[in-house]
């Protein structure tokens, strides 16, 4: 992957609504996509990933992606947020056949009561 | 899985001085990688070590500034030589899962330069 683009830096929402993260990649070759969350203080830990087969990947704590090849998109999902969702996200990206994962800016989602 | 460890956790410097940070794996593992996340800001990798070899850095890092060295295949030092303040950050060292191209990561050594 050259590169990965999220597309929003912060996105705030309530309670108990839906949620997007949006994540966009550039590669000329195939590639593995994952999306990982920092909690506050705390190190990374992956979400999900993406590496072959179905598009719609399921990962923990209610979060799904989509992998769109025609789009280059990986975006993220879960259909109804809690206060405790509130971290920062990545979404990151792995050539096939390579072993350098590049990651987006990130996307800071906030959870409001 | 993997756990990792690192120590510092965390640690205050003065401009000038160098830090070493350790990490250590839970199980054996060919590559080493080494993170550096600045505030509010996403994951850039410094360098990639593998046992017996010399690590290979990314673009805009060099030796003499981030040092590495990886002895065997549990463990791996990171060292910020002649620290200045833009060198404040969050180093991270992370490994790779065997056959899940999924990443582990270690706490992080957050690191602030007076």
């Known amino acids: 992957a050259q590169s990965v683009t999220q597309l929003d830096s912060q996105v705030p929402v309530f309670e108990e609504a839906p949620v997007e993260l949006r994540c966009n990649y550039s590669?000329?070759?195939?590639?593995?996509l994952f999306w990982y969350v920092q909690y506050p203080n705390q190190g990374l830990q992956l979400l999900l990933k993406y590496l072959s087969g179905s598009t719609l990947v399921k990962g923990i704590n209610g979060f799904e992606a989509e992998f769109n090849k025609s789009q280059t998109s990986f975006h993220l999902r879960k259909p109804s947020v809690h206060i405790s969702d509130t971290a920062e996200y990545f979404c990151a990206a792995q050539n096939t056949g390579g072993f350098k994962t590049i990651f987006g800016a990130g996307t800071r989602l906030f959870v409001k009561a | 899985s993997a756990v990792i460890s690192q120590k510092p956790s965390r640690d205050i410097c003065q401009r000038g001085t160098s830090l070493t940070i350790q990490c250590q794996v839970d199980s054996q593992v060919t590559m080493m990688f080494w993170y550096r996340q600045q505030p509010g800001q996403s994951l850039t990798l410094i360098a990639t070590a593998n046992q017996g070899s010399e690590a290979t850095y990314e673009s805009g890092f060099v030796i003499d500034k981030f040092p590495i060295s990886r002895p065997n295949l549990t463990f791996s030092t990171l060292t910020v030589s002649n620290m200045s303040p833009e060198d404040s950050s969050i180093y991270l060292c992370s490994v790779e899962g065997r056959g899940t191209y999924e990443q582990y990561f270690g706490p992080g050594t957050r690191l602030t330069v007076t």
């Open positions: 590669s000329s070759v195939s590639v593995y």
